[in-house]
């Protein structure tokens, strides 16, 4: 599902405007990353799930191609855990 879908579907749901279905999209998907930036992020929707922060150490890996041995960076990336509902629907 693209984010157009997504749209369309919040439109015709809620009764709302093509346009108020973006604005309220918008705010949600920037109200969890501002709530991600933090120092202990994390994001609850209960039913739906869990957005977490997870720290990522630094580790060795391979460049395919070559077979040489390189360096990774340690970085920030986002974990969801489904909530009982979402799991129990799927």
Do not use: W, Y
Not at 20 to 33: G, K, P, Q
Not at 55 to 79: H, M
């Amino acid at each position: 599902m693209t984010k157009a879908e997504i749209i369309d579907n919040m439109a015709s749901d809620a009764g709302i405007s093509k346009a108020a279905a973006v604005a309220a999209l918008n705010s949600f998907t920037e109200s969890i990353t501002n709530a991600l930036k933090k120092k202990e992020g994390k994001v609850t929707l209960v039913g739906f799930g869990t957005f977490s922060k997870v720290r990522r150490k630094a580790r060795k890996g391979r460049n395919p191609q070559t077979g040489e041995i390189i360096k990774i960076k340690a970085s920030n990336t986002v974990k969801f855990k489904p909530g009982k509902a979402l799991k129990d629907v799927i």
